[in-house]
Nanobody, 123 residues
Framework: QLQLVESRGGSVQPGGSLRLSCAAS????????IGWFRQAPGKERKGVAC????????YYQDSVKGRFSISRDNAKNMVYLEMNSLKSEDIGVYYC????????????????WGQGTQVTVSS
């Protein structure tokens, strides 16, 4: 069965850190770009970060630049998202998604999606 599974999220205080992982089953991530998306409460799902499978290009949403870091380990068939200096605006359900191509902000470009994991930031 082809699927993506995110690690369990969590609740942190403002300024705290959290590391998410995304594991692929049933297919190899070698030729896939992996994007992380966030759906804040009452908001549309938006792209947060993406790492390309071809040339290693990395993209970040402006609001997370300098705070988040995306990386991949093809040998383990996993992708990670390190989140630092977390703010209330980072709250939401985070999804990883795989696109057999280049990074894209368009959800329609991604073939596989995880179920999502909750990230909460509160004082």
């Amino acid at each position: 069965q082809l699927q993506l599974v995110e690690s369990r999220g969590g609740s942190v205080q403002p300024g705290g850190s959290l590391r998410l992982s995304c594991a692929a089953s049933g297919f190899n991530l070698d030729f896939y770009a992996i994007g992380w998306f966030r759906q804040a409460p009452g908001k549309e799902r938006k792209g947060v970060a993406c790492i390309s499978s071809y040339d290693g290009d990395i993209y970040y949403q402006d609001s997370v630049k300098g705070r988040f870091s995306i990386s991949r380990d093809n040998a383990k068939n996993m992708v990670y998202l390190e989140m630092n200096s977390l703010k209330s605006e980072d709250i939401g359900v985070y999804y990883c998604a795989a696109n057999r191509g280049l990074c894209s902000e368009a959800e329609r470009s991604y073939d596989y999606w995880g179920q999502g994991t909750q990230v909460t930031v509160s004082s």
